[in-house]
C-alpha cells in the first residue's frame, strides 16, 4: 500500500492492517478540517471591525453597525500616500529577505557542518539581537552608522537585516540537522560539478527551509516601526509609519483600518504561498514493511 504523494500521516488518522501497513483512519481528515476551521475563524474574528471601519463613513456609539457607508477612508489613505508607502514596506521587505536569507544560510551550514571555531560564541553574536531591547540595540548601532556617513535608507536596510538575521539562521540550522550530505556527496561521485550539486542536489533539498527563512526575513522588513522612525528619521516614510502616525489621532479609525489591511495582505499572500509550496514536498511515504537484513556473512 502507497499513501498518495505529499500526504501528511499523522498519529490519530492511520491504523494498522492485517500486514502491518499503515493507512488513514476514515475520520482523521474530517477531523483536521474541523480544527482548520475553527483555527480560520478563531484568526479572522479580529478581522471583522476592521472590515467594517474600512467601509465606515460614520460609526457612532451604541449602534452595532456603521450609521453612514461608504469609501472615505480608502480615498483618504491614498491622498495621504499609502500607495507609495505600501510599496516601499514591499521592497524593504523583499531587499531584507533576499539580504538576510543567504547569509543565515551560509552561517547556519557552518554552524552545523562544525567548521566555524567558537561556534558558542558565533551562535551568541548571531542570536544578540533578540536579547537586547530593539529600541537600545538601534540608538548604539545608528550612532556608529551616522558616524560612517551611512544613508539613511541603507542604515535602516543594514539594521533590519541585522535584525532578520536571528531567524534566518535559527531556521536553516533546523533544515541543515535534518539534511543529509549523502546525496551531495554521491552527486559529486557520479561527476557533478560543485555548481551542479548546488543547483540540482542542495537548494531543492533545502528549498522548503530557505522558503520560511524568507519569510520570516520579510515580516521583519515589511512590519518594522521603530527602526524605521527612528533611524530612517522621516525620509523613508512606510506603511507601519503611516499606520501609527493616523493610530496616534482621532478620527481616524476608518483610515487606520484601510492601512491595516493593506499591510496585512503581502503576510497573508505569502503565508499562503508558503502552505502551497510545503506540500510539494512528502513528509512520509509507506511502501511496505522495511525488508529485513542479511545477516553478517549471508550474500
Same mark, same amino acid.
Given at each position: 500500500?502507497?499513501?498518495? &504523494?505529499?500526504?501528511? $500521516?499523522?498519529?490519530?488518522?492511520?491504523?494498522?492492517?492485517?500486514?502491518?501497513?499503515?493507512?488513514?483512519?476514515?475520520?482523521?481528515?474530517?477531523?483536521? /478540517?474541523?480544527?482548520?476551521?475553527?483555527?480560520?475563524?478563531?484568526?479572522?474574528?479580529?478581522?471583522?471591525?476592521?472590515?467594517?471601519?474600512?467601509?465606515?463613513?460614520?460609526? +457612532?456609539?451604541?449602534?452595532?453597525?456603521?450609521?453612514?457607508?461608504?469609501?472615505?477612508?480608502?480615498?483618504?489613505?491614498?491622498?495621504?500616500?499609502?500607495?507609495?508607502?505600501?510599496?516601499?514596506?514591499?521592497?524593504?521587505?523583499?531587499?531584507?529577505?533576499? $539580504?538576510?536569507?543567504?547569509?543565515?544560510?551560509?552561517?547556519?551550514?557552518?554552524?552545523?557542518?562544525?567548521?566555524?571555531?567558537?561556534?558558542?560564541?558565533?551562535?551568541?553574536?548571531?542570536?544578540?539581537?533578540?536579547?537586547?531591547?530593539?529600541?537600545?540595540? /538601534?540608538?548604539?548601532?545608528?550612532?556608529?552608522?551616522?558616524?560612517?556617513?551611512?544613508?539613511?535608507?541603507?542604515?535602516?536596510?543594514?539594521?533590519?537585516?541585522?535584525?532578520?538575521?536571528? &531567524?534566518? =539562521?535559527?531556521?536553516?540550522?533546523?533544515? &541543515?540537522?535534518?539534511?543529509?550530505?549523502? &546525496?551531495?556527496?554521491?552527486?559529486?561521485?557520479?561527476?557533478?560539478?560543485?555548481?551542479?550539486?548546488? /543547483?540540482?542536489?542542495?537548494?531543492?533539498?533545502?528549498?522548503?527551509?530557505?522558503?520560511?527563512?524568507?519569510?520570516?526575513?520579510?515580516?521583519?522588513?515589511? +512590519?518594522?516601526?521603530?527602526?524605521?522612525?527612528? =533611524?530612517?528619521?522621516?525620509?523613508?516614510?512606510?506603511?507601519?509609519?503611516?499606520?501609527?502616525?493616523?493610530?496616534?489621532?482621532?478620527?481616524?479609525?476608518? $483610515?487606520?483600518?484601510?492601512? +491595516?489591511?493593506?499591510? $496585512? /495582505?503581502?503576510?497573508?499572500?505569502?503565508?499562503?504561498?508558503?502552505?502551497?509550496?510545503?506540500?510539494?514536498?512528502?513528509?512520509?511515504?509507506?511502501?511496505?514493511?522495511?525488508?529485513?537484513? +542479511?545477516?553478517?556473512?549471508?550474500?
Amino acid at each position: 500500500m502507497m499513501i498518495p &504523494y505529499g500526504q501528511r $500521516i499523522t498519529p490519530d488518522d492511520r491504523t494498522t492492517t492485517s500486514r502491518g501497513l499503515m493507512r488513514p483512519r476514515p475520520g482523521g481528515r474530517a477531523l483536521r /478540517v474541523a480544527v482548520a476551521t475553527v483555527l480560520a475563524l478563531w484568526f479572522a474574528l479580529p478581522l471583522v471591525p476592521l472590515l467594517l471601519w474600512a467601509v465606515a463613513n460614520r460609526w +457612532s456609539f451604541p449602534a452595532p453597525l456603521p450609521t453612514a457607508w461608504g469609501v472615505d477612508g480608502l480615498v483618504t489613505a491614498l491622498e495621504q500616500g499609502a500607495a507609495p508607502a505600501f510599496g516601499r514596506s514591499l521592497l524593504l521587505g523583499l531587499a531584507v529577505a533576499a $539580504i538576510a536569507t543567504p547569509l543565515g544560510a551560509l552561517a547556519a551550514r557552518a554552524l552545523t557542518r562544525g567548521i566555524v571555531p567558537a561556534p558558542r560564541l558565533v551562535s551568541a553574536l548571531l542570536l544578540a539581537p533578540l536579547a537586547l531591547p530593539a529600541f537600545v540595540a /538601534v540608538m548604539g548601532l545608528t550612532v556608529l552608522l551616522l558616524r560612517a556617513r551611512v544613508p539613511a535608507t541603507l542604515a535602516v536596510l543594514l539594521l533590519l537585516v541585522a535584525a532578520a538575521l536571528p &531567524y534566518t =539562521v535559527y531556521t536553516m540550522r533546523v533544515a &541543515y540537522a535534518a539534511h543529509d550530505l549523502a &546525496y551531495e556527496e554521491e552527486a559529486r561521485t557520479l561527476g557533478a560539478s560543485r555548481l551542479a550539486v548546488l /543547483v540540482r542536489v542542495h537548494l531543492p533539498l533545502v528549498a522548503p527551509g530557505l522558503a520560511r527563512a524568507a519569510f520570516l526575513a520579510f515580516l521583519v522588513g515589511w +512590519s518594522d516601526y521603530v527602526v524605521t522612525v527612528l =533611524v530612517g528619521g522621516g525620509s523613508l516614510v512606510t506603511l507601519p509609519l503611516l499606520v501609527g502616525s493616523y493610530a496616534a489621532g482621532v478620527g481616524n479609525e476608518a $483610515i487606520v483600518a484601510v492601512l +491595516s489591511l493593506g499591510a $496585512i /495582505v503581502p503576510p497573508l499572500v505569502l503565508l499562503l504561498a508558503l502552505g502551497r509550496f510545503g506540500r510539494r514536498y512528502p513528509t512520509a511515504r509507506f511502501t511496505g514493511p522495511t525488508p529485513s537484513r +542479511s545477516p553478517k556473512g549471508s550474500p
